[in-house]
Structures are given as structure tokens and as C-alpha cells.
């Protein structure tokens, strides 16, 4: 069965620094992939889609690669902020109907 | 614009009770999804509809059921709520369902005792 894992529960760094957060799957190959940030009692929000013929993709302080050789994704935010405290929940599309299979996810905190 | 609603807030709930969370979107999305969440275990798929009319079962359906009478609301029903079945549970809505983003509500949490 389909296997999606999440390097590591909690990662802290210091602001300003770049976080990187890995995202490995196995036993299938998604066609896209999908990465959300979700704070303390709330749904989570849509950050990056990145799509499997595509190696990166940027938007603002984000950064998302796919490497389907690997069975990975990595996510990185440059020059970190408080503010990106968060979890950060990795999403490949599984099976046909489009559906998700989320990560169980990666806290970050960012300390100042 | 109000998104996605959710309700109630929070429940506590006797075992053995019915309860049904209600969903409702205002942006004609066509998919939509009930999922829980529990401490390490992450978010799981519970059912979806990809348009009015249709339904399907995801990772982990059995004790619920949901309806999808019309484009707004997903209601998800527990039949007999057992202690198993205290979660957060999240709906959320996407455009088409395919290569679509999804938008999250704010959530229920549910105690069955």
C-alpha cells in the first residue's frame, strides 16, 4: 500500500535561516503533489501544487521540488520568520479520483 | 465570503448516539470531502463526493455516511458513535476534485465518551 512519511515531527530553527522540510513516498508514483500549512486549531491552507514533470516550484519565500526518481519532495522556506511556525502537511494525489493522502505532517518552529 | 462552514464548533456525545456534522461551501465547488484528524495519525480520508449525486469511501469510512443531495452541503453522519470516533474532523471543498487544491473548514471536535 501506498506509504507517505514526513521526516520528522518537529523541526526548529533559528530566523532568518532556510527550513527544509522532505516528504517520501513509496509503493506508487503521484502525479502531482501538494504542500499545506496548517496552525493550532485550524483546517489547513493550500501553499504549493508541483506537478510530476516538474522539477521546482517557487512562490514568494517557498520553494517545493519533486523528484520522482527519488520518491521525494522537499520544501523549503528561505530567510525564516516567527510567523512560519506552523505544520507543514505534505499531500500526493492518490488513486483516481483525485483524492489526497496527507503526511502526518511536520511542525516547525522558528525561533527568533 | 464565508468559504467553508462547519457545525457544530465542538460535541461532546454519549456512545451509541447519532450525531451529524454539517457542511456547507458557498463557492460551487464541485468536490467535496470529510477527513479526520487525530494525533499521530495525521489527516485521513473518512468519504468524498466528486459532484451532487455521487459519493465514495476513502481510507477510513467504516461507522460514517455522508449524502450529497445538492452542490453546497456534505453532511457526515454517525450512526452510533463509538469512543473511536472522537477526532477532529475537517470538510473541505475543491473546484473540479482533480489537480485541484483543496480549501479546508474550520474543523468540529467531537468527544464521544
Known amino acids: 500500500s501506498q506509504k507517505i512519511e514526513q521526516n520528522s515531527e518537529a523541526l526548529n530553527i533559528q530566523e532568518g535561516k532556510t527550513a527544509t522540510l522532505t516528504c517520501n513516498y513509496t509503493?506508487?508514483?503521484?502525479?502531482?503533489l501538494q504542500w499545506y500549512r496548517q496552525d493550532p486549531g485550524r483546517g489547513p491552507v493550500f501553499l504549493l501544487l508541483?506537478?510530476?514533470?516538474?522539477k521546482e516550484k517557487r512562490k514568494e519565500r517557498l520553494k517545493v521540488t519533486f523528484d520522482t526518481t527519488l520518491k521525494q519532495s522537499l520544501f523549503h522556506i528561505t530567510a525564516s520568520q516567527p510567523a512560519d511556525s506552523a505544520t507543514y502537511l505534505c499531500?500526493?494525489?492518490?488513486?483516481?479520483?483525485?483524492?489526497?493522502?496527507f503526511g502526518k505532517g511536520t511542525k516547525l518552529s522558528v525561533k527568533p | 465570503i464565508a468559504g467553508i462552514t462547519q457545525a457544530p464548533t465542538s460535541q461532546i456525545l454519549a456512545a451509541g448516539r447519532r450525531m451529524t456534522l454539517r457542511c456547507t461551501q458557498d463557492?460551487?465547488?464541485?468536490?467535496m470531502y470529510w477527513y479526520r484528524q487525530d494525533l499521530g495519525l495525521g489527516l485521513r480520508l473518512i468519504h468524498y463526493?466528486?459532484?451532487?449525486?455521487?459519493?465514495g469511501k476513502g481510507e477510513v469510512p467504516d461507522g460514517y455516511s455522508v449524502s450529497r443531495a445538492n452542490t453546497d452541503d456534505f453532511p457526515l453522519t454517525l450512526a452510533s458513535a463509538v469512543p473511536s470516533q472522537t477526532s477532529v474532523y475537517f470538510c473541505?471543498?475543491?473546484?473540479?476534485?482533480?489537480?485541484?487544491?483543496?480549501?479546508f473548514g474550520p474543523g468540529t471536535r467531537l468527544t464521544v465518551l
Open positions: 499531500a500526493p494525489l492518490w488513486g483516481s479520483q483525485g483524492n489526497l493522502i
Open positions: 509503493n506508487y508514483s503521484p502525479a502531482y
Open positions: 463526493s466528486n459532484t451532487a449525486g455521487t459519493t
Open positions: 463557492m460551487r465547488h464541485n468536490a
Open positions: 473541505a471543498s475543491s473546484p473540479s476534485g482533480d489537480w485541484d487544491t483543496q480549501y
Open positions: 508541483i506537478r510530476e514533470n516538474e
